[in-house]
């Protein structure tokens, strides 16, 4: 069973009641503490709980989902974490300011003072699954407490940095700390920052010198087998010039995790020395199903139009276009042409989630936004999920705006019809372009999650003024259609 612990003003005996009901469990502890410091109070409760899985919860929290309780305690019961909690970081700055930036978070909770049915999200919902991090919100959190190295430092008076401070000295002594997405929490108002609120920071920044802590996102990804009926041929193309090592490292991951057969891949250089050349046609030389293709110039909307009129297969019916920096982590292009083979003839677009070396998200899907500034809209170009940790999902998308150019796969049908990259762009966002062009087509553009790679180049693309200003003219045309696949933003 569980133990309950909160601090208020006075006792609120039907509160406690609702949390109780709502746990599904028989013989809950409850333990009342006033408000003069959470740290003294939760200490107290740690020596006097009946039940080694005491969850400390603030009280203006309610848990309107039933079951909750039995949930808490089977992760305790079937892993190894210590300390269990609904909102997480995993990042604590040198600055002491956890929830500062998105970016790092992980969770889900639900604020009233926005909306009572408004879902706060961190994160995607990885039911089942345990994120560890490093800190937690302490709206409510669950400790096993056997599994504590360290209790809560009376130094940190009333109501903040206490939960920092805890959840930081437990890490630094190995103690599992995650994030359970299996509870519902109902936060009914934002915690202030007063004068006792500044003193704790500084405090708790003068005694953590040991600070940033960072842990590392897991990937999430399945390497289940996938079969595709009646494969259609693909032809992949990888665009590079001067970066053999990055070209084999990526052809590599295709050999590697692709067991996709009818697969023509072909390598176009743009340029390199004739040393990388040479180490190019050595690395592929034993894989038939590749071809070098030297080019004159570095066009690539132009390039590909060439290489498809001279070098593709006729019986080709899927286009796949990757850089070279990209490192497949599964059989990508199985998992792409089992989703384009669900609806042939309504499927525009197709790409897959990208990370970057420190496994943060750096593409779920192209992203237009639209902010709002006193002299009218701006529009601007990003990632569905830039820089976050896990904001991204395990499963096919369907409906986005598009993908980039980084992995990319189109019917060669489609791609014709549409009129292929527009060669006006001389330097980039012509993929940007070519996707919205789909979802004019009547075409559903997809992001097939549970295909996973690297990209190990540039955090952000570079454009020339040139080509945005060809894109926002091709928006501004076609406003009205495109407008359900922009976000919007207030300025700041």
Same mark, same amino acid.
């Not at 006792?11 to 959470?38: A, C, I, M, Q």
């Not at 593709?312 to 384009?340: G, H, P, W």
């Not at 693309?461 to 922009?486: Q, S």
């Given at each position: 069973?569980?133990?309950?612990?909160?601090?208020?003003?006075?006792?609120?005996?039907?509160?406690?009641?609702?949390?109780?009901?709502?746990?599904?469990?028989?013989?809950?502890?409850?333990?009342?503490?006033?408000?003069?410091?959470?740290?003294?109070?939760?200490?107290?409760?740690?020596?006097?709980?009946?039940?080694?899985?005491?969850?400390?919860?603030?009280?203006?929290?309610?848990?309107?989902?039933?079951?909750?309780?039995?949930?808490?305690l089977e992760r305790f019961n079937t892993s190894g974490f210590g300390i269990l909690g609904v909102v997480g970081s995993i990042i604590v700055p040198m600055s002491g300011l956890v929830w500062e930036k998105e970016e790092p978070l992980v969770g889900r909770i639900w604020y009233e003072e926005f909306d009572k =049915?408004?879902?706060?999200?961190?994160?995607?919902?990885?039911?089942?699954?345990?994120?560890?991090?490093?800190?937690?919100?302490?709206? &409510?959190?669950?400790?096993? %407490?056997?599994?504590?190295?360290?209790?809560?430092?009376?130094?940190?008076?009333?109501?903040?940095?206490?939960?920092?401070?805890?959840?930081?000295?437990?890490?630094?002594?190995?103690?599992?700390?995650?994030? /359970?997405?299996?509870?519902?929490?109902?936060?009914?108002?934002? =915690?202030?920052?007063?004068?006792?609120?500044?003193? =704790?920071?500084?405090?708790?920044?003068?005694?953590?010198?040991?600070?940033? &802590?960072?842990?590392?996102?897991?990937?999430?990804?399945?390497?289940?087998?996938?079969?595709?009926?009646? +494969?259609?041929?693909?032809?992949?193309?990888?665009?590079?010039?001067?970066?053999?090592?990055?070209?084999?490292?990526? &052809?590599?991951?295709?050999?590697?995790?692709?067991?996709?057969?009818?697969?023509?891949?072909?390598?176009?250089?743009?340029?390199?020395?004739?040393?990388?050349?040479?180490?190019?046609?050595?690395? /592929?030389?034993?894989?038939?199903?590749?071809?070098?293709?030297?080019?004159?110039?570095?066009?690539?909307?132009?390039?590909?139009?060439?290489?498809?009129?001279?070098?593709?297969?006729?019986?080709?019916?899927?286009?796949?276009? $990757?850089?070279?920096?990209?490192?497949?982590?599964?059989?990508?292009?199985?998992?792409?042409?089992?989703?384009?083979?669900?609806?042939?003839?309504? $499927?525009?677009?197709?790409? /897959?989630?990208?990370?970057?070396? =420190?496994?943060?998200? %750096?593409?779920?899907?192209?992203?237009?936004?639209?902010?709002?500034?006193?002299?009218?809209?701006?529009?601007?170009?990003?990632?569905q999920g830039f820089q976050s940790a896990y904001k991204y999902q395990n499963k096919v998308v369907k409906g986005v705006l598009g993908s980039s150019r980084d992995v990319l796969m189109i019917s060669k049908k489609l791609y014709n019809e549409l009129g292929g990259f527009n060669k006006e762009y001389m330097h980039?966002?012509?993929?940007?372009?070519?996707? /919205?062009?789909?979802?004019?087509?009547?075409?559903?553009?997809?992001?097939?999650?549970?295909?996973? $790679?690297?990209?190990?180049?540039?955090?952000?693309?570079?454009?020339?003024?040139?080509?945005?200003?060809? &894109?926002? +003219?091709?928006?501004?045309?076609?406003?009205?259609?495109?407008?359900?696949?922009?976000?919007?933003?207030?300025?700041?």
């Open positions: 069973m569980l133990t309950i612990v909160y601090c208020r003003a006075k006792r609120d005996p039907k509160k406690e009641k609702r949390w109780v009901e709502t746990s599904g469990l028989k013989g809950v502890e409850v333990l009342f503490s006033g408000l003069d410091s959470f740290a003294v109070a939760y200490n107290k409760a740690l020596k006097m709980a009946k039940h080694e899985v005491i969850v400390f919860i603030r009280e203006d929290v309610e848990l309107p989902a039933i079951g909750w309780g039995e949930k808490l =049915n408004h879902e706060q999200k961190f994160s995607e919902n990885f039911t089942g699954k345990i994120i560890p991090v490093v800190a937690l919100d302490d709206s &409510l959190f669950a400790v096993y %407490r056997a599994r504590l190295q360290e209790r809560f430092d009376e130094q940190f008076i009333s109501d903040s940095f206490y939960d920092l401070d805890f959840f930081v000295s437990n890490y630094q002594k190995k103690v599992k700390i995650g994030v /359970i997405f299996d509870i519902k929490v109902l936060k009914l108002q934002l =915690n202030p920052q007063n004068d006792e609120w500044l003193l =704790n920071r500084n405090a708790f920044i003068k005694k953590e010198t040991s600070l940033p &802590l960072r842990l590392k996102p897991e990937i999430i990804l399945t390497n289940t087998l996938v079969k595709v009926e009646s +494969a259609p041929k693909v032809a992949l193309f990888i665009a590079s010039k001067g970066k053999p090592v990055e070209l084999a490292s990526c &052809l590599e991951s295709i050999y590697e995790h692709t067991l996709y057969k009818n697969l023509e891949i072909y390598v176009v250089d743009l340029g390199s020395k004739e040393d990388d050349l040479n180490s190019i046609r050595d690395f /592929i030389q034993i894989h038939p199903n590749t071809t070098l293709l030297e080019m004159k110039h570095e066009h690539l909307p132009t390039i590909y139009e060439e290489i498809m009129e001279t070098a593709v297969s006729a019986d080709t019916e899927l286009f796949l276009f $990757c850089n070279a920096e990209v490192i497949f982590l599964n059989d990508v292009i199985s998992r792409m042409v089992k989703t384009y083979q669900e609806d042939p003839e309504n $499927c525009g677009t197709l790409g /897959i989630r990208m990370h970057t070396r =420190n496994n943060m998200i %750096r593409h779920f899907g192209l992203q237009l936004i639209s902010t709002y500034t006193d002299e009218g809209y701006e529009l601007g170009l990003g990632y980039s966002l012509e993929d940007f372009e070519l996707n /919205i062009k789909a979802i004019l087509a009547g075409k559903t553009n997809i992001i097939v999650g549970t295909g996973v $790679c690297y990209f190990l180049g540039l955090d952000m693309p570079k454009f020339l003024p040139a080509d945005f200003e060809r &894109l926002i +003219a091709f928006v501004n045309n076609h406003v009205d259609n495109i407008t359900p696949y922009v976000d919007l933003l207030s300025a700041a």
